[in-house]
Structures are given as structure tokens and as C-alpha cells.
């Protein structure tokens, strides 16, 4: 039996290695369960990098510090002394240098009343507690203000920019992440550049959230 069981195992032996010479049911690196080379510190590689095994991994620790990077909220704003592009002419710019552009008017007039609402609200429902220039401004301007949302690629994820155009406001940008903000920076400068505008920080507080409603999946 020992003789037998020898020349069976060198049979399967000599067909298996001939199965892995052909590629025959070989695990490759492309297959997803491969748990070859690749393997390192308990789990593979192409599981955390998407199957790109190109992509070169940080330790956890180091991937995972929080690092310094723009703030939630900005703001493009005219130089000192200079005024505020009308709406139309905002959005047309923004159209002439971005792949895919969706404004809406409507819903910049609502956020408008929204801003409004939230100010008043802010003061306990007292209207007189906010100064009456400043309410009656944005009742005046309300129905020109424009939602836009804007990119070069509409099936993105993070790199879209959305905010409302509102006249003789600034452009206030909010980012649902720290990602977020990483992956526009390239966009907003491109914004701020057609229109003359300089980039400051802004407390992502200061606006009722503007929707996203450029990207759809």
C-alpha cells in the first residue's frame, strides 16, 4: 500500500504542477482571493487599495493622523475696494471654464429666505435684532440669486464645488468632509481666478447648507 500511495502522490504531484505550468486554475493577481506575495501584516493588499497593486500602503498610524488642511468652509471674495460680479455674470464664467454646470434659480431664492429665516431665528424671532439694512438687502436680492453647482466630472464624488450666488455676496463654499475639501482646492482656485476673487476661510455656520445638486448616481 506504501508503494501505491507513493506513485499516486507523484502522479498527482507531476498533474498538478503541470495544471500550474498552463495557468489552469492558477490564482492570479487579478483574482481578488489571491492571498500570495502580496500578503503582508494579516490581510491583502488589493482588498484595502481596490485590486491596485501599484498603490503602496501607509502603516495605520501614519494614515490615519489628522492632518492640517483647509477649513470646512470658504469664502471667495473681491480685493479690497473692488465690487462683487453680478450673478449672471458669475455664472457665466463658471460655465465657459468648468465641464459640467447646473444652475437653479429657484432654489438659490429659496436659500435666501432660508438665510433670512435663520437670521431672525438667531435673535429669539426678534426681527429687530438684526439690522434692517442687512434683512431688507437680501429680500431685495433674493430672486437673483442662483444655486450652482459645477466640475469636470459629473460622476465624481468629491471633486464638485456648490454654492449660491447671491448679488454683492461672497461665494460661500461648504464641504461635507475634510476630503472633500482636499480634493476642490484645484477647482476653487480655477474659480476664484476667472472671477478676480481672493479665497479666504469661513465658518461653515455662517449659511444654511447649499445642496448638492450637480451630481447624480
Known amino acids: 500500500m506504501g508503494g501505491l500511495q507513493e506513485v499516486a502522490f507523484m502522479e ?12 489552469h486554475d492558477r490564482r492570479k493577481y487579478s483574482d481578488l482571493n489571491y492571498l500570495g506575495p502580496e500578503r503582508r501584516s494579516g490581510f491583502d493588499r488589493r482588498f484595502v487599495t481596490g485590486g491596485m497593486l501599484s498603490v503602496r500602503l501607509q502603516p495605520v498610524p501614519f494614515a490615519m493622523r489628522a492632518e492640517p488642511g483647509p477649513a470646512l468652509a470658504q469664502r471667495l471674495s473681491p480685493p479690497n475696494g473692488q465690487r462683487f460680479l453680478s450673478p449672471l455674470v458669475v455664472v457665466k464664467r463658471i460655465e465657459c471654464e468648468f465641464a459640467f454646470v447646473e444652475a437653479d434659480e429657484e432654489e438659490g431664492c429659496r436659500h435666501v429666505q432660508e438665510m433670512m429665516k435663520r437670521l431672525v431665528a438667531r435673535n429669539n424671532g426678534r426681527r429687530n435684532g438684526v439690522p434692517d439694512e442687512r434683512l431688507e438687502h437680501l429680500a431685495n436680492v433674493m430672486h437673483r440669486a442662483v444655486h450652482v453647482c459645477f466640475g469636470d ?11 449660491v450666488v447671491i448679488p454683492a455676496e461672497p461665494l460661500v463654499f461648504e464641504y461635507e468632509s475634510l476630503v472633500h475639501a482636499r ?19 469661513a465658518a461653515a455656520d455662517d449659511m444654511p447648507r447649499t445642496p448638492r445638486l450637480c451630481v447624480e448616481h
Not at 498527482?12 to 495557468?23: D, I, N, Q, V
Not at 466630472?153 to 454654492?163: A, F, I, V
Open 12 to 23: 498527482l504531484h507531476s498533474r498538478l504542477a503541470g495544471e500550474r505550468r498552463s495557468g
Open 153 to 163: 466630472d459629473p460622476g465624481t464624488e468629491t471633486e464638485w464645488l456648490c454654492t
Open 183 to 201: 480634493s476642490v482646492q484645484g477647482l476653487l482656485r480655477r474659480c476664484a481666478k476667472i472671477l478676480g476673487y481672493g479665497i479666504l476661510q
